[in-house]
């Protein structure tokens, strides 16, 4: 069904950016070198605790990154330690989800906060104007103290504590383009229910589509280094395990193979993999982010594309990528594929279409090499080139009003409305007062995370993947949330 438009959010000043919580909830995931032993098994009287960062949304930044130097939990029974190695993070590909940043071994008993230093922030953006990308470092460090708004009690059951960065009130900008940083956070926190019906959920105690690098692999395990999160962690198998990519099966696995691995934290605080995805052998580099601009003859193939970089994994991808900028040339033997892991696109009333003539700036995508980064020559924001073996389309967030009451478990379609003067409308030639609007497709297996109907008009965040179909931008949603 169709939704009637409504009218635009108005674009609101930019706020103090939820960066300090970005950092610090970064430190606590793995840097690039993160550490290769496993997640510790609770102990008597300890149980397993996630640890997950998530992103509250500054329209106007297309990259946000952090370097979170110690993180921890403070409760009944003292500090709790998360992390006190410096961990670089990016918030902005987190929009709209949740990403573990360390499985801890944490004392059962009750917690009331977190704390936690950040060194600096770089902060990416587009000029509306001048449509320039410029970036900027907010120097640090900077100390926050986190209080939740109840007391958390840890039993036995593993428990994913959720820390959800509100970048557009923690960043703030002058009238001299200075910005300033004070973080903001909303917490929660999650579990398995006793049926383990809740999926791949962070906010549950899960992964969906973690990236990372194996270090090591067995029968019926394997462990994997994430670029940001603070720990190694280690993952069983078993005979429902989905292998995807350039794997079938565990005897395909490889040391030094990148993967994106959904999971599900287990009861005894073990991990278990739904879906390994390997993209990448050994030797080779993935990079994720935003496309910036697509260079193409009228009518042609693209041959190059620009993004900003929000992920990646590889033996030459360093954690001072992020938030900067990577050229990807594209091969006539250059793949598309569509990373569909938590997505029907069998549902929908047209056929979805990625590949080297359907491909915008806009788009998220993780393009593969079979080699490293060339960095020859490179300067100002470019952190060099990488030609893709592949590329494929991963899921992104939006936020916006919605022109119709979205029904949890109810199917359809809405318009979202989008921030005037946001990063998307910029990058897509809009002028800073113009509405983009966005198609979104809600499937009967999409994610609302509301017990009751979210109202029109609401502000809402969508995540999924986005096309561009007969001329209008269209989004296959896996999760929809009231902002």
């Not at 640090?140 to 959800?164: E, M, Q, Y």
């Not at 350039?246 to 879906?275: C, E, F, K, Y």
Request: a neutral charge; glycine letters at 10%.
């Amino acid at each position: 069904m169709k939704f009637p438009y409504i009218s635009p959010l108005e674009r609101r000043p930019l706020r103090k950016v939820a960066a300090l919580f970005c950092t610090a909830m970064l430190g606590v995931m793995a840097a690039c070198g993160g550490s290769s032993s496993p997640a510790p098994i609770p102990t008597v009287g300890s149980t397993a605790v996630q640890v997950n960062l998530g992103d509250g949304p500054a329209d106007w930044m297309l990259a946000f990154s952090m370097n979170v130097t110690s993180m921890s939990l403070t409760g009944s029974n003292g500090s709790v330690n998360v992390t006190n190695t410096a961990t670089p993070m990016e918030m902005l590909h987190r929009l709209g989800t949740m990403e573990p940043m360390a499985l801890i071994s944490a004392p059962q008993g009750t917690y009331t906060g977190a704390t936690m230093t950040i060194a600096a922030c770089n902060v990416t953006y587009l000029d509306p104007t001048t449509k320039a990308l410029v970036q900027k470092t907010i120097q640090g460090p900077f100390n926050a103290t986190i209080p939740f708004g109840s007391n958390v009690t840890l039993g036995t059951t593993p428990l994913a504590f959720n820390f959800d960065l509100d970048l557009e009130n923690s960043v703030s900008m002058d009238g001299s383009g200075n910005l300033q940083f004070s973080p903001k956070f909303q917490i929660s926190t999650g579990t398995q229910t006793a049926a383990g019906n809740n999926g791949n959920s962070a906010r549950n105690g899960g992964m969906q589509q973690m990236m990372g690098v194996v270090n090591s692999s067995s029968a019926n395990s394997f462990s994997m280094t994430p670029l940001q999160a603070i720990n190694a962690f280690t993952f069983t198998v078993n005979s429902a395990t989905q292998f995807q990519g350039q794997i079938s099966n565990m005897a395909m696995m490889g040391t030094g193979m990148g993967v994106l691995v959904s999971a599900i934290l287990q009861p005894d605080g073990s991990l278990l993999a739904t879906r390994v995805r390997a993209n990448m052998k050994a030797g080779g580099i993935m990079g994720g982010g935003i496309i910036t601009s697509v260079t193409s003859l009228p009518g042609q193939p693209a041959t190059q594309l620009t993004l900003v970089m929000q992920n990646g994994a590889g033996a030459s991808m360093m954690s001072s990528y992020l938030s900067q900028t990577i050229t990807v040339n594209l091969t006539a033997q250059t793949s598309y594929e569509v990373d569909d892991d938590r997505i029907d696109l069998t549902k929908l009333p047209f056929t979805p279409v990625f590949n080297a003539t359907n491909i915008y700036a806009g788009q998220s995508v993780l393009p593969t090499s079979t080699s490293g980064m060339m960095t020859s020559g490179m300067s100002g924001m470019s952190s060099g080139t990488i030609t893709a073996s592949d590329v494929s389309l991963q899921e992104q967030g939006f936020r916006g009003t919605n022109d119709l009451a979205i029904t949890p478990g109810a199917s359809g379609t809405f318009v979202l409305s989008l921030v005037p003067g946001c990063a998307f409308a910029t990058l897509i030639g809009a002028s800073p007062t113009d509405v983009v609007k966005i198609t979104v497709y809600q499937l009967t297996g999409t994610n609302v995370e509301s017990s009751t109907a979210i109202p029109a008009n609401s502000t809402v965040r969508v995540h999924g993947l986005l096309f561009k179909n007969a001329g209008q931008w269209t989004l296959i949603a896996s999760t929809i949330a009231a902002s």
